[in-house]
């Protein structure tokens, strides 16, 4: 079963059942809207089963589906859009509307908590584009003076937020800051004159750096490396200690001294041997770390 739903206010809204459904100013009709532009018996909607047929009774103007003006007669369909003096009704059928508002609550990131105490801790889902304002084309409408019909639009860009003021009398202001377009973040105070927001969305992680934690070698692996300075050293004084006294036979003297001097010629290469044992030692172990063996 279709309804008719006032699109400002889903609570003012009629079932289309059969004979018909009347609408006008008059309190007798089924559905009274309190417009002088509208005639007391204005509209009559005749259903037959899943058919609907608009009658504009009154033939003064004041009546337009979809936006053209309707004089006698048309026939109405799902989703159609019935203006009728200053109220927009949509035809609707109410099982798929809930469905649709399920899934765009849940998608909906952005929200502003209202601050003023006459509203205070409701909440106003922010769409991709919401304007602000006293008009009632707004997508968010309050009947405040000081307000400017268009007062300020939010933007939701790649979910990001933004507000741009409409050329407002009074101002839209962020964290007491006069704005005309800048980005909003949680946490905010956005604010059109006097009436004042708190802003409800994701966290903002795009400013945030991730650090790695510091990787230290345990103590044991670096007990394990021998130093090759004091391999040298060691050999060195081995090679002293093994010079033969004197009164040894030349041939001896000749053949310590000539490993005396191999082994110093070696020395320079020592260095670094120890070096690349070192790298060796810590490549493996970052390696057997990432292949979770320690």
């Known amino acids: 079963m279709l309804k008719l739903c006032d699109l400002k ?29 509208v005639a007391k018996l204005q509209v009559e909607i005749l ?37 009728i003096g200053s109220r927009t009704l949509s035809v609707i059928d109410p099982k798929v509307t809930r469905l649709k508002a399920a899934n765009s609550a849940a998608s909906v990131a952005w929200a502003l908590r209202a601050n003023h105490p006459a509203i205070a801790g409701k909440v106003y889902p922010v769409r991709e584009i919401t304007v602000v304002g006293r008009s009632d084309e707004c997508d968010i409408t309050f009947s405040l003076s000081h307000l400017s019909r268009r007062h300020a639009r939010l933007e939701v860009r790649d979910g990001l937020l933004f507000v741009i ?50 990787i230290t070698i345990p103590p044991e692996v670096v007990r ?11 050999r060195t004084a081995a090679v002293a200690a093994a010079v033969p006294a004197p009164g040894d036979t030349t041939r001896e003297r000749e053949r310590m001294q000539t490993g005396a001097e191999a ?11 120890g070096v690349l044992t070192i790298a060796a030692v810590v490549i493996g172990y970052f390696w057997a770390r990432g292949q979770g063996l320690l």
């Open 47 to 83: 259903v037959e089963d899943d058919n609907l047929i608009l009658k504009n009774l009154a033939e003064n103007g004041a009546v337009a589906v979809n936006g053209e003006v309707v004089q006698r007669s048309c026939p109405l369909k799902l989703d159609d859009k019935v203006t």
């Open 224 to 234: 394990g490396v021998v130093q090759p300075e004091v391999q040298v050293r060691d």
């Open 9 to 37: 206010d889903v609570s003012q809204s009629v079932w289309l059942v059969a004979p018909k459904v009347t609408i006008g100013r008059a309190s007798q009709c089924d559905f009274t809207i309190v417009d002088e532009a």
């Open 165 to 214: 003021d409409l050329g407002s009398a009074n101002g839209t202001y962020l964290n007491n800051k006069r704005v005309v377009e800048t980005r909003v973040r949680r946490g905010d105070e956005l604010r059109f004159d006097t009436l004042s927001f708190s802003v409800v969305g994701p966290a903002d992680d795009l400013d945030k750096t991730t650090v790695r934690p510091a």
């Open 263 to 273: 082994l110093e010629r070696g020395q320079g290469v020592w260095p670094w041997v």
